[in-house]
Nanobody, 118 residues
C-alpha cells in the first residue's frame, strides 16, 4: 500500500484547506484510514479516522466541528476538509492506513505542510 498526501499550504486563520491522499496498491484491503499531524516540537496526534467500508468517522476533540474526513473508495482517495483553521492547526499532516481494527497504522504517506497564519 502506498499513500501520497497533498493539498497543504499557507492559509490565514479562519480559512479552509482540503487535503487529499491518493492510495495505490492493496488499499481496498484496508480497514481504516486516518489523518495525523505533527507540529514542531510536539508528538504526532491522530486528527481523524474513518472506517473504509462503512464510513464511520472519529475526530480529535480539537478539530470536531471544523474538520471532515471522507473517502472515495472507487478512486482510492482520502480527504480532509479543514474549515475555520487556527494557528494551532499548523503542522505536517500525514495520511495513514491500517489493515484491521486491532492493528496499528502501518502504512504512511509523506507529510504535507499546513501553515495557518494569524
Amino acid at each position: 500500500v502506498q499513500l501520497q498526501a497533498s493539498g497543504g499550504g499557507l492559509v490565514q486563520a479562519g480559512g479552509s484547506l482540503r487535503l487529499s491522499c491518493a492510495g495505490s496498491g492493496h488499499t481496498s484491503t484496508m480497514y481504516a484510514m486516518g489523518w495525523f499531524r505533527q507540529a514542531l516540537g510536539k508528538e504526532r496526534e491522530r486528527v481523524a479516522s474513518i472506517v473504509r467500508t462503512v464510513g464511520s468517522a472519529e475526530y480529535a476533540d480539537s478539530v470536531k466541528g471544523r474538520f471532515t474526513i471522507s473517502r472515495d473508495n472507487a478512486k482510492n482517495m482520502l480527504y480532509l476538509q479543514m474549515n475555520s483553521l487556527k494557528p494551532e492547526d499548523t503542522a505536517v499532516y500525514f495520511c495513514a492506513a491500517r489493515s484491521d481494527p486491532f492493528d496499528i497504522y502501518k502504512y504512511w504517506g509523506q507529510g504535507t505542510l499546513v501553515t495557518v497564519s494569524s
